[in-house]
Structures are given as C-alpha cells and as structure tokens.
C-alpha cells in the first residue's frame, strides 16, 4: 500500500505524551535527553508530568509534538527493518508539524529541529499582545465561503483563513473584533458552528509577520539538507524537495493558510491510499476519511500502535 506519513500540529499535547514511549524504549529516551539537551530545558519532565499549563505554552507545545513524533520515527527504525524512504512517497506535517516531517526525512537534525521550534513557538507568541488577536473554527463550511466571512468581517482589520483542515472545517484567524464579527456572519449565513479557539495568539495571518521576520533569520543560520522523502508543503499543496525552496516555504507558513485539506488530496491523486500519522493524538488520521473517503488513515503514537504498524508492513 503507497503511504505518506503525517506529523501533527498544535493541540495535539498532553500531560503524559511520550512517557509510555519513554518507558519501553530506550531510543526513545534518548530521543528526548537530546532535546533537552538541546533546549538546555527538561520539557520531557514537562510533557510527562505537566503542569497542563506550561506544557500548553506555544514554546513548549511546539518541541514537545516534534519529540514525540520524532521518538517514535526512532523507534519504528530500532525494532524492525523500517527505512521512511522505503516505507514512504511523501512526509507532511501540519503547521508546526511540517518540521517534524523534515526532521524525519533528515532535512534538520534533531537538536536544530528543537531549536527552530522553540524559537517559533516564542515568536509567534510575542507577535501580538494578549487580547489583540483571535481565532475560531468554522464547522460545516468549505475554504471559499469561509474566505467570504472573512472578508466581510475585516472592515479594515485583519481576518483571514488560517488552516482550511478539511471535513468542512476552516479556521479564521486575525484580530479579535474582526474575529468576533466572523462568528456573527457565519451564524447569519447558516454556517453549522463557529467556535471559538481557546489558543494565545491569532496563528497563520498576516498578524504573524514579525514571527515570520524571526524564523526568516533563525532558518538562515541552521544547516538543511533534501529531505529523503519529499514534503508536501502546507503553503502550497505540492511536493517539494529542495532545501532553500524549504527555507522560504517555513517562512511564509507563518502567516499563510495550512492548505491541510489540498495537501491530503494531491498526495492521494499522487497514488497515496494510506496516511500513517506519526507522534500525540489521532487528529490528523481522523481527518483523513473525512477528506477523502477512499483514504485509510491510522495513527501511531504507543508502544502498541508501534508492534501493530511494524506488523503491519
């Protein structure tokens, strides 16, 4: 079966992440004292103990999910004949994700994987005071109608799709009142739900770009080579493997749309049937069938998903 591996994005942490990899796996502990190591911090400590509120932190949020999803590609490659070229046509990862798929395809080391996101979580936090930005989810609407609320909604504003995840499910993100007005519009045209996300900054909008200014200059200073599996890049929906197309790529996911939704599809017209995702929680191999029905999608994240897959392959 052709298969791309999928790595997950924000949202995806909690209390215990890691920790059963952790226990059973001493690549996996290894995995993690590198970054920390690397982060001069003990986040495993973190991920696996909490408090919930720190580990939340988009600066914690975001190495923490690349551990985890890069222990587990460790793993998979100490306990059977696992090779991610061979076993895979594509990587690609959602929003913060999308390191993950390049540290797996060797494009970062682990120790600069952990930097670059540390540096990305703190960014984007300081981007935009507390309170000035916002985000909501709108269930049961495509990326065009979404793109319409939004642009009704800015008077001047920003406001703007930031992740059209598929599953008619498009998140809207910018200022907090032209947010809140998308929420009155989305109800008036009978959009089935509009949420609001409980998240610190307004991600993925044009707010975003003193963060973007930030990684623009830390991605310039780290080493990257080809991926051995080409990503699929959420800016644009397509394959790509050449390292400075990468750099620029990281850079304009800041601000622009997580295509997740375009993504999923080409990799699927480009003969991929299964998304295996990689690391914490279900999210993206849930979302898989609700893009395409014809897609399998499963998630491996435990040392049972681990001895299941490798059986699997």
Not at 134 to 156: C, D, F, K, N, V
Not at 236 to 264: C, H, M, N
Not at 268 to 294: P, Y
Request: proline residues 4%; contains cysteine.
């Amino acid at each position: 079966m052709t298969r791309a591996f999928v790595f997950p994005g924000q949202g995806s942490q909690a209390v215990g992440m890691g920790r059963e990899l952790a226990e059973a796996f001493p690549v996996a502990r290894q995995l993690f004292q590198e970054v920390d190591d690397a982060l001069s911090q003990n986040l495993s400590a973190l991920m696996f103990e909490g408090p919930e509120d720190q580990l939340t932190l988009t600066e914690n949020a975001q190495p923490a999910l690349m551990a985890v999803s890069l222990a587990v590609v460790r793993v998979l490659e100490a306990e059977g004949t696992f090779e991610l070229a061979k076993a895979a046509t594509f990587v690609a990862g959602h929003s913060l994700g999308e390191y993950s798929a390049l540290a797996a395809a060797g494009t970062f080391s682990v120790a600069d994987t952990a930097r670059l996101l540390k540096i990305r979580g703190q960014a984007m936090q300081k981007a935009v005071p507390v309170g000035v930005g916002a985000m909501a989810a709108l269930l049961g609407s495509e990326l065009e109608q979404a793109r319409e609320i939004a642009a009704l909604a800015a008077e001047g504003e920003v406001c703007e799709a930031a992740n059209d995840n598929g599953g008619s499910q498009v998140v809207l993100s910018g200022h907090k009142a032209a947010v809140d007005r998308a929420i009155k519009i989305a109800a008036e045209k009978g959009i089935k739900r509009a949420i609001p996300l409980p998240v610190s900054a307004p991600f993925h909008c044009a707010l975003m770009q003193p963060a973007a200014d930030a990684m623009q200059d830390a991605l310039a200073e780290v080493v990257m080579k080809a991926p051995r599996v080409p990503l699929v890049a959420n800016v644009t929906a397509a394959k790509v493997t050449d390292p400075a197309d990468i750099r620029d790529l990281l850079v304009r996911q800041v601000t622009g749309t997580v295509r997740w939704r375009e993504s999923v599809l080409f990799m699927k017209a480009e003969g991929v049937a299964s998304l295996v995702e990689l690391g914490s929680g279900k999210v993206l191999g849930g979302l898989a069938k609700r893009i395409d029905k014809e897609l399998s999608g499963s998630s491996v994240g435990a040392p049972a998903d681990i001895e299941a897959f490798l059986k699997s392959l």
